[in-house]
């Protein structure tokens, strides 16, 4: 989970305007003394394409898990995800951060085959 100061650096940092920077840190400090679990979400997968509001089957997904959990769409285009129950929390963050999703292979051209890997040397005909 993303400690108070994380966030407030994150929010500061990607704000030209000073007074909206303030004025959204002060809002952060206010959620996380509502919601003691709080993660940033603006680089996971769980946005939908406007980037406005949570995918549809997240928030099925939080509805199936039947923790008290909220979302905060900040102004300055940050998310934030609070959980009143650490459990809830840890739930949500191993399954929609990202971090255990498996990756695409970006080489399409490696073969594992014994005989006919890509180390194999090229044979020019």
């Known amino acids: 989970m993303t400690e108070l100061k994380t966030i407030k650096e994150a929010v500061t940092a990607s704000t030209r305007d000073e007074e909206l920077a303030s004025a959204t840190c002060y809002e952060v400090e206010a959620y996380v003394k509502l919601w003691p679990f709080v993660f940033l979400v603006n680089d996971w997968e769980i946005w939908n394409g406007s980037k406005r509001a949570l995918k549809l089957q997240v928030v099925r997904w939080l509805e199936d898990e039947g923790g008290p959990y909220d979302f905060f769409h900040i102004r300055t285009g940050f998310g934030l995800m609070g959980f009143k129950d650490q459990a809830a929390a840890r739930k949500f963050e191993l399954r ?10 970006s080489n399409g051209d490696w073969n594992p085959h014994p005989l006919k890997s890509t180390f194999e040397p090229v044979h020019a005909n």
């Open 96 to 105: 929609w951060s990202g971090g255990s999703q498996a990756k695409p292979v």
